[in-house]
């Protein structure tokens, strides 16, 4: 069954941006910019420009060869790459024109570079947020948990957790654990909350693959996504995609 990416989630590509810091003062300074303007403003990425005032300085003792390195550095920044794909996405419409000669060339009319002729600020409200909570949320390779809230995510798949309940717990634990290793014994007591009763419970393995399958099925990880959860002997590893 197809499901169908809800309005509010943010997709990986903008999740794995949004962990950089420079990506994560862009965006909320763009959002001051926005709610400041009501309208139509231009917008001068700092980070982007210093880079490009590097790569000038260095210019006079590099080869040609190393210098178009440098430009390309440039090209690649996470904030820039962050910026095209708002634009990509249409989360913002209008014009982009960073580029070594676009810089140079706006050096006399004050660094014009993003002329922002409409922006969905419901969209772009959910990327502020989430930086806003970045000690609450916690980011493993593809996937990502917000602690307070239980949203969490698979790639570009969400899922809501209850907070309260053992299955949120056990993720939260496989995403903190440096190995990402737990042992069926860790995640039948993680999942029943560490109390005197879990003492009186016996363990099987059928409960923990029930566990394990019950995530999955949340995150819906399906294909070559669920073999991320990769069993051996009596303990479980969550893989990163690569």
């Known amino acids: 069954m197809n499901m169908k990416k809800k309005k509010s989630d943010i997709p990986y590509i903008f999740r794995s941006l949004l962990q950089d810091a420079n990506v994560s003062a862009l965006v909320l300074e763009i959002y001051e910019e926005a709610k400041i303007s009501k309208g139509k403003f231009i917008y001068y990425p700092k980070n982007i420009y210093k880079c490009y005032d590097i790569a000038l300085n260095k210019a006079y003792k590099l080869s040609l060869e190393d210098y178009d390195k440098e430009i390309n550095k440039c090209e690649k920044t996470p904030d820039n790459l962050y910026i095209k794909l708002l634009i990509k996405e249409k989360i913002i419409i209008g014009k982009y024109e960073i580029s070594m000669s676009k810089y140079e060339k ?47 995510y698979c790639l570009d798949s969400s899922c809501v957790f209850h907070t309260d309940k053992g299955l949120f717990r056990v993720f939260k634990a496989f995403i903190e ?52 959860f990769l069993p051996s002997g009596d303990k479980y590893l969550l893989k990163s995609l690569n």
Do not use: C
């Not at 969905?120 to 970045?134: A, L, N």
């Open 106 to 152: 706006s050096v006399d009319d004050g660094h014009k570079v993003i002329e922002v002729e409409e922006i969905d600020m419901d969209r772009f409200r959910e990327h502020v947020e989430w930086i806003k909570d970045s000690s609450l949320i916690r980011n493993y390779e593809i996937f990502s948990l917000h602690t307070f809230t239980g949203k969490a």
């Open 177 to 228: 654990e440096p190995t990402h290793i737990l042992s069926f014994k860790q995640i039948f007591q993680i999942y029943h909350g560490g109390t005197s009763e879990t003492l009186t419970l016996k363990l099987t393995p059928q409960d923990i693959y029930q566990i394990i399958g019950e995530i999955r099925e949340k995150l819906q990880m399906r294909g070559k996504l669920s073999k991320l």
